[in-house]
C-alpha cells in the first residue's frame, strides 16, 4: 500500500503519527511523509526533519513553500494535485482541519480540496502538541495500536531537537500521554486516533 502523509512543519507528522508511519513502513507500505513548509532554522529543521523520516524509515518530500505564503490557495492545491498524480496513494493523512495553527488548517484544507476526485482514503490526525485550545472536537473515529512503536514514536519526536529544546520534556510527555489515553481507550498501552474524511476500499488493499 502506499501512504502519503503531510504535515505543514518540519516535526507536525512525527508528533501526530509517528507510531502510524513506523506500522505502516514495518508492514511493507511505502510511505511518503511530505513538509510544506520550513518556517526557521531552515538547515538545522531540514536535518532533523531528515533524522525523523529516515527513523520511520519512511520516504521524504518538501513542497519548501516559503512561510509568508502559506495560503490556501490554487498555487498550493496544484503541488498537492501534481504529488497525488505522481504518487497516486491508496491512503493519505493530514492535519485536522480544525487545529489552531493556520498553516495546519491551510494544508489540511489543500489537501481535502486536492483529494477531490476520491480515489482513496483520506484520514486526520489530532491537533500538534502544544496547541491551542479550540470551540470544536476532534472526532477520534479511527485507532491505531501503536504500542510496539511508541519508543520509535518517541525518537523520531527527539529528533527535532530545536523543538525540544523550546518546549521542554513536557513537550514529549504530553506527546506520550496522549498516546497513552487513546490506547486506554481502545484497551491497549498506546494509540494514535484519526477523524475518517473518507475511507475507499481501505480494508481491501492487498499488501
Known amino acids: 500500500m502506499k501512504v ?28 511518503l511523509m511530505v513538509v510544506s513548509t520550513v518556517p526557521s532554522q531552515r538547515e538545522r529543521r531540514r536535518e ?3 533524522r525523523g523520516a529516515d527513523l520511520l524509515d519512511a520516504q521524504l518530500y518538501c513542497l519548501d513553500v516559503p512561510p509568508e505564503e502559506m495560503e490556501y490557495n490554487r498555487q498550493l492545491i496544484r503541488q498537492v494535485d501534481q504529488l497525488l498524480e505522481s504518487f497516486a496513494p491508496d491512503l493519505i ?41 479550540v470551540p470544536g472536537g476532534f472526532k477520534a473515529q479511527s485507532f491505531v495500536d501503536i504500542s510496539d512503536f511508541i519508543d520509535l514514536k518517541i525518537a523520531s519526536v527527539r529528533a527535532h531537537q530545536s523543538q525540544h529544546e523550546v518546549h521542554g520534556e513536557l513537550w514529549l510527555q504530553g506527546v506520550k500521554g496522549r498516546a497513552m489515553y487513546r490506547g486506554y481507550q481502545i ?18 488493499r492487498h499488501r
Open 93 to 133: 493523512y493530514t492535519h485536522w482541519d480544525q487545529d489552531s495553527h493556520q498553516d495546519h488548517n491551510t494544508i489540511s484544507r489543500s489537501v481535502i480540496s486536492a483529494a477531490r476526485k476520491n480515489r482513496c482514503s483520506l484520514l486526520m490526525y489530532e491537533q500538534t502538541i502544544p496547541g491551542g485550545i
Open 187 to 204: 484497551n491497549v498501552a498506546y494509540a494514535e486516533a484519526f477523524e475518517v474524511v473518507k475511507e475507499i476500499e481501505v480494508h481491501f
Open 48 to 50: 532533523e526533519m531528515r
Open 4 to 31: 502519503l502523509v503531510f504535515g505543514a512543519h518540519p516535526d507536525d507528522m512525527e508528533i501526530g503519527m509517528g507510531g502510524t508511519i513506523a506500522k505502516h513502513t514495518k508492514l511493507g507500505d511505502t510511505v
